[in-house]
């Protein structure tokens, strides 16, 4: 049997890659309707219509509303990778040595209200300790204001 397959699977293979190659080329032909894509290009930009011609000043206007936050986070982690292996437990247990580690991490938020809540990703704050909120500094707004 296996030399029969042998002998009939290699030809068997190359048969339906050729019928598939076939099928997606020309679909009419098996009675599939043909899947022809119409490209059409998008009308040209011209500068004399109304609009910005960059993005600098949207960039300008949203700034003040984006916040900056920086989070860190306190976690036990193993002194070594090979710790975490399910083998080396095994023979060792699971009383390892672990090492208390501080994790950092970036990320962005936009202001939603005058009261200062902040909309943001919850990957951004999940877990956190402590989370530092910085916001663009207004040279217009005086020393002790934040705009």
Do not use: C
């Not at 040209?44 to 900056?68: E, I, M, R």
Request: aromatic share 10%; hydrophobic share 40%; net charge positive.
């Amino acid at each position: 049997m296996p030399k029969a397959l042998r002998f009939l699977g290699w030809p068997l293979l190359a048969g339906v890659l050729l019928a598939l190659l076939i099928i997606q080329r020309y679909p009419q032909w098996v009675g599939l309707p043909s899947q022809d894509v119409q490209l059409t290009q998008s009308p040209k930009y011209s500068l004399s219509k109304q609009g910005p011609a960059s993005y600098a000043d949207a960039v300008t206007l949203a700034s003040p509303a984006v916040a900056n936050l920086y989070t860190t986070k306190y976690v036990n982690k193993p002194a070594h990778p090979l710790f975490e292996d399910p083998q080396f437990r095994k023979f060792f247990g699971d009383n390892l040595p672990k090492q208390r580690r501080m994790e950092s991490s970036l990320g962005s938020a936009v202001i939603m209200s005058p009261e200062g809540y902040l909309l943001t990703n919850n990957h951004v704050t999940a877990d956190a300790d402590q989370i530092v909120v910085a916001l663009k500094w207004s040279r217009n707004a005086g020393s002790r204001d934040w705009q």
